[in-house]
């Protein structure tokens, strides 16, 4: 059973960064691939970012490429999304996932975090 903690979140101002982190426990990390999704107020919980057992493979929603960049340190056990010039419309819930393969869906993934919320102030 693995558990993952996200923190990092906060207020930021539009342009502003945030680095969000996701530590896990429990299981061995490196055999997981991790992902970050984000879930606003009355909508579905969306694909953000993913990246591979090995930290080689790297796939990002067309919404944050260029602006946000996921890494992970397998000696950490910890996975990261940098997130620069930030919009309001990033603000969301967001949740690191752990799993089989880097997908884009919820179902690729077993483990899930508790969140951590980020705001954009316009």
């Known amino acids: 059973q693995v558990q993952l903690v996200e923190s990092g979140g906060g207020l930021v101002q539009a342009g502003g960064s945030l680095r969000l982190s996701c530590a896990a426990s429990?299981?061995?990390?490196?055999?997981?691939?991790m992902g970050w999704f984000r879930q606003a107020p009355e909508k579905e919980r969306e694909f953000i970012s993913a990246?591979?057992?090995?930290?080689?493979?790297?796939d990002y929603t067309d919404s944050v490429k260029g602006r946000f960049t996921i890494s992970r340190d397998n000696a950490k056990n910890t996975v990261y999304l940098q997130m620069n010039s930030l919009k309001p419309e990033d603000t969301a819930v967001y949740y690191c996932?752990?799993?089989?393969?880097?997908?884009?869906?919820?179902?690729?993934?077993?483990?899930w975090g508790q969140g951590t919320q980020v705001t954009v102030s316009s």
């Open positions: 990246v591979t057992k090995s930290g080689s493979g790297k």
């Open positions: 429990g299981g061995t990390f490196s055999r997981y691939a």
């Open positions: 996932a752990a799993g089989s393969v880097a997908g884009r869906s919820v179902s690729w993934y077993d483990y």
